[in-house]
């Protein structure tokens, strides 16, 4: 991997990889935790109305067509910590990939129209968000075991502030984040020009890059529950815990529990709960990781009857993690070996890996991290498990 800052301070990373498809992507430093209380979803509303406009291409379809009129493919998005936009085309189109995302990223218009549009769409999509049990459990989780830290609140943001937008609002939130020091862009492909293409591009000067606050976030003293109902068919149990951002050591080790309770069909909690006793369709894990917090969460959908027992069941694998063994340890470090390689094939997950790690200190990571997976051992389940499962955040969607 090569890395270079330009004059004007953007960073850029170009991973070369042969084969047809290039990547280009670009990672801005700011998401929905940088927002204030009256700013609450402008992150995710300028990843919406980036696309709408730019002075070279004055409507959405000018943009789109530009890109999907050579096969190509192009999309954004939103976390508590950044927002990303990529292209990926095929590599002779390289030059007009560039000029598309650095058109979109130094000239948008930014029209009131256009914040009128974007404005009612944001808004359909909150109601969607809200509307889907799936989606809105994790909603629910964050605003539960979060007390303090910001990404208690919603990447979509404030119904309210959102439908008070202007363009004045809109406008000084992006001359504040979107700035060359503040981003980092990435190439995953195979092209010779890409420097001076991205010199020739991007153009606009930069800023002071954006540092973000530190959060704190008081331990979790006692279990606490959180229950909804809807008028929904299943009921969705989740069992959370607070834990650790992305670089502190113990994240290796939940990533390597994930691995034994979540993964796939052949992970403790799907056997346990769907395959031998067939009490849920949707089972599993997740570990959250990010630069400022984390959580580690075990979920399942199930008939409203069988949720103490589905909890019982719950709880019992996290304390069977006390006795984890060799071969759990084995199996847990190979999948998580050939899931992260393998999607590391696909361009855009590759791009996206670089510039997630980069923003966590440097792009290097991304190679320790399985040598560090492979260090865990069983001694440091154990302790993770006795440190972090404790105390825990139980959010119930309740159905019919």
């Given amino acids: 991997m090569q890395r270079v800052t330009l004059k004007n301070g953007l960073k850029v990373l170009y991973q070369q990889r042969k084969g047809n498809a290039v990547v280009i992507q670009i990672l801005v430093n700011v998401g929905s935790n940088d927002e204030t209380p009256a700013e609450r979803g402008i992150s995710h509303f300028l990843e919406h109305i980036m696309f709408e406009g730019t002075l070279k291409r004055p409507t959405n379809q000018d943009i789109s067509n530009e890109i999907e009129k050579i096969g190509g493919d192009f999309n954004a998005y939103t976390t508590n910590e950044r927002t990303c936009f990529y292209v990926k085309v095929l590599k002779k189109h390289f030059g007009t990939a560039?000029?598309?995302?650095?058109?979109?990223?130094?000239?948008?218009?930014?029209k009131e129209e256009h914040v009128a549009k974007e404005r009612n769409i944001v808004l359909k999509e909150v109601d969607m968000v809200n509307d889907e049990p799936s989606f809105y459990q994790w909603i629910l989780l964050q605003k539960s075991i979060f007390t303090k830290h910001p990404t208690r609140n919603p990447t979509y943001g404030d119904r309210k502030v959102i439908?008070?937008?202007?363009?004045?609002?809109?406008?000084?939130?992006?001359?504040?984040?979107?700035?060359?020091?503040?981003?980092?862009?990435?190439?995953?492909?195979?092209?010779?020009?890409?420097?001076?293409?991205?010199?020739?591009?991007?153009?606009?000067?930069?800023?002071?890059?954006?540092?973000?606050?530190?959060?704190?976030e008081p331990i979790q003293r006692k279990q606490t529950?959180?229950?909804?109902?809807?008028?929904?068919?299943?009921?969705?149990?989740?069992?959370?815990?607070?834990?650790?951002?992305?670089?502190?050591?113990?994240?290796?080790?939940?990533?390597?529990?994930?691995?034994?309770?979540?993964?796939?069909?052949?992970?403790?909690?799907?056997?346990?709960?769907?395959?031998?006793?067939?009490?849920?369709?949707?089972?599993?894990?997740?570990?959250?990781?990010?630069?400022?917090?984390?959580?580690?969460?075990?979920?399942a959908s199930v008939d409203k009857k069988n949720v103490p027992i589905v909890k019982k069941l719950i709880v019992n694998e996290f304390k069977k993690l006390e006795k984890v063994n060799e071969k759990d340890l084995l199996e847990s470090k190979t999948f998580i070996e050939?899931?992260?390689?393998?999607?590391?094939?696909?361009?855009?997950?590759?791009?996206?890996?670089?510039?997630?790690?980069?923003?966590?200190?440097?792009?290097?990571?991304?190679?320790?991290?399985?040598?560090?997976?492979?260090?865990?051992?069983?001694?440091?389940?154990?302790?993770?498990v006795k440190k972090y499962f404790k105390n825990p955040t139980v959010v119930i969607l309740e159905g019919r």
Avoid: C
């Avoid at 992006?174 to 020091?181: D, G, L, N």
């Avoid at 195979?190 to 890059?209: L, M, P, S, Y």
């Avoid at 834990?243 to 113990?250: A, L, S």
């Avoid at 791009?351 to 320790?368: I, N, R, V």
């Fill in 98 to 110: 560039v000029d598309v995302l650095a058109d979109m990223m130094q000239n948008s218009l930014f």
């Fill in 225 to 299: 529950l959180k229950k909804e109902k809807r008028d929904i068919a299943n009921t969705r149990v989740a069992i959370a815990f607070k834990t650790v951002p992305r670089n502190d050591k113990d994240s290796v080790v939940l990533e390597v529990i994930n691995g034994i309770l979540g993964r796939g069909q052949s992970g403790r909690l799907f056997s346990e709960i769907r395959t031998q006793r067939g009490l849920a369709y949707e089972v599993g894990t997740h570990h959250i990781s990010e630069g400022d917090f984390g959580y580690f969460a075990a979920y």
């Fill in 338 to 384: 050939g899931d992260f390689l393998l999607e590391l094939e696909e361009g855009q997950k590759h791009a996206d890996q670089l510039l997630f790690w980069e923003q966590l200190g440097g792009a290097h990571k991304m190679k320790e991290f399985l040598p560090s997976i492979k260090k865990v051992e069983v001694g440091d389940i154990k302790r993770v």
């Fill in 163 to 216: 439908e008070n937008l202007t363009r004045e609002k809109v406008v000084k939130f992006y001359k504040k984040y979107y700035h060359p020091k503040n981003m980092i862009l990435s190439i995953v492909g195979d092209v010779d020009n890409w420097k001076a293409e991205i010199e020739k591009n991007f153009t606009i000067n930069g800023k002071k890059k954006y540092v973000r606050p530190s959060f704190h």
